[in-house]
């Protein structure tokens, strides 16, 4: 059978696309190297931030998260100026472990329509004809597509099979993290994020009653971590200001972490019907949480810009290149995002609009939306937002 898209790897970004592309009328294959459909990547955050909410909710994804359990909510960041506490109307975060999430993104793209999910399978060859890709080889099997997805992970065995080149950068901090039941939080909301210039903390409220606790140090204090690692946890957690609650708490997981996770990024399309998706396209430094969310948002914009013309036999490559365009909001917010995972202290330009961000509403509103990555970065990294700032601590001070 020739497919209108092969989709390789069944996590977020491509049961996203699936499900999507089969809602438009499309015939869709998933292959998967993991044989059970309950398989789950652990090395993952999972709080998607609130920019993801309004895609979410369009495509019913986020009604189907929280029937599973998932945890709806704002987050409050601690900077040295103090916390900064959302206000009303602003867009919710939801969190849904991967070991929830994964299959019911699995069961849902298995049941729509035009969709075969295809588990214990893995993508060992492209076709190809004309200088385009036109399928993919999955053992002695050949499946002929008109769009090959990869959306395999940040090491993308696919796009190593395409020959495409990676730009890696640095990161500097490691990152471990456990969940637990019975944290009592004593910040201002449910969630919260601490940043201490280098390292970071993070409390997050999760499915079933669970928070997960996360601690995002700078390298130079990986010996610090090494010997008793839930140890470390807690005793950085208890250190942060108005720490949660872990007198009563009780860890339910393993220790979950890395001691080394690098930015990288790969041309989305590098060749004729070849796309790449999710953290095959661009893997942030997981700090910030930008993962699952840039993953479901980026499989709707892939879909937005060629299902027509892959229904219509239209110019596929112009989709593609509107896929392309649509990634710059990643590729912008990505920029900053590797600067800070150097674990360097804020510059004098951060400092001044955490400051200023605590007595202008307007000001942290837009603070806010950036760190839910639901504005394009422009939008406050601009000269006008440094004045705000600059007139607000001017005006405001005593």
């Known amino acids: ?4 898209v092969v989709i390789a790897g069944a996590g977020v970004a491509g049961c996203t696309a699936a499900i ?6 499309l015939r869709v294959a998933i292959i998967e190297k993991h044989h059970n459909i309950s398989t789950h990547k652990a090395l993952c955050g999972h709080f998607v931030l609130g920019g993801a909410q309004p895609m979410l909710r369009r495509t019913g994804l986020w009604e189907s998260m929280v029937a599973a359990g998932a945890a709806v909510g704002g987050i409050a960041r601690w900077t040295a100026a103090g916390w900064s506490v959302p206000g ?15 299959p019911l993104l699995r069961t849902l793209a298995a049941g729509t329509p035009g969709v075969d999910l295809v588990l214990g399978r ?8 004309g200088g385009r890709v036109t399928g993919v080889r999955v053992g002695d099997e050949e499946i002929p597509a008109r769009l090959v997805v990869a959306a395999d992970g940040h090491r993308s065995p696919v796009a190593r099979l395409a020959g495409v080149a990676e730009d890696v950068a640095p990161n500097e901090r490691f990152g471990l993290w456990a969940y637990y039941r019975g944290v009592v939080p004593r910040g201002p909301a449910g969630n919260h994020v601490w940043f201490l210039d280098p390292d970071v903390g993070i409390l997050v409220r999760t499915d079933h009653d669970l928070h997960m606790l996360v601690a995002f140090p700078a390298k130079t204090r990986l010996d610090d971590f090494q010997a008793d690692r839930a140890g470390a946890l ?12 872990l007198s009563s708490a009780e860890r339910v997981s393993k220790v979950i972490g890395t001691n080394d996770y690098p930015c ?6 590098p060749r004729p019907g070849l796309v790449l998706v999710g953290d095959a396209a661009i893997t942030g430094d997981p700090t910030p949480a930008v993962g699952c969310g840039w993953a479901f948002r980026g499989a709707e914009w ?4 060629t299902a027509p013309a892959l229904l219509g036999g239209g110019d596929l490559q112009a989709g593609v290149a509107a896929y392309r365009k649509a990634l710059g909001f990643v590729i912008d917010h990505d920029r900053y995002g590797r600067r800070d995972a150097l674990a360097r202290p804020s510059n004098p330009v951060e400092k001044l609009i955490a400051r200023a961000a605590l007595r202008d509403p307007e000001l942290a509103r837009r603070v ?23 007139w607000t601590l001017a005006r405001t001070s005593p």
């Open 1 to 4: 059978m020739t497919y209108d």
């Open 20 to 25: 999507l592309y089969g809602r438009a009328g």
């Open 88 to 102: 009303p109307g602003l867009p919710e975060c939801i969190s849904l472990r991967r070991e929830k999430l994964d």
């Open 122 to 129: 893995a993508v060992t060859g492209l076709l190809e004809s």
């Open 234 to 245: 807690e005793r950085f957690m208890a250190s942060l200001p108005d720490a949660p609650d």
């Open 264 to 269: 990288v990024k790969r041309e989305p399309t």
């Open 302 to 305: 892939l879909v937005e810009s």
């Open 368 to 390: 806010y939306l950036f760190a839910m990555r639901s504005i394009p970065a422009g939008e406050l990294i601009n000269p006008r937002t440094l004045v705000r700032a600059a």
